[in-house]
């Protein structure tokens, strides 16, 4: 079982940054690829962000692909969504997600095994 837990979620101007953490406990994340997801009142959850389990390779969604930046730190059990460039439409509880690798990374929150209880970001115009 992994355990996770989002924090640095707040209020932002458009235009300003936030950096989003997840600290991982119960098991190594090394293991796992690792997701960031975001869900708006009233969507689905979406993709933003995913990187392989050494983190040589990340992935974006189009929409934030330049502005967002995931990243990972093994020896900490910790993951990380640095967000510039804020946009209202960036407003929406983010989720940190682990998944156990048994394939190449995903976009699709369905393959991720365990979920953090996310964090919110509030962008106002």
Known sequence: QVQLVESGGGLVQA?????????????????YHMGWFRQAPGKEREFVAAISTTGINTYYADSVKGRFTISRDNAKNMLYLQMNSLKPEDAALYY?????????VSYDYTTYDYWGQGTQVTVSS
């Open 15 to 31: 235009g300003g940054s936030l950096r989003l953490a997840c600290a991982a406990s119960g098991r190594t994340i090394s293991t």
């Open 96 to 104: 940190c997600a682990a998944d156990r690798a048994l394939t190449g």
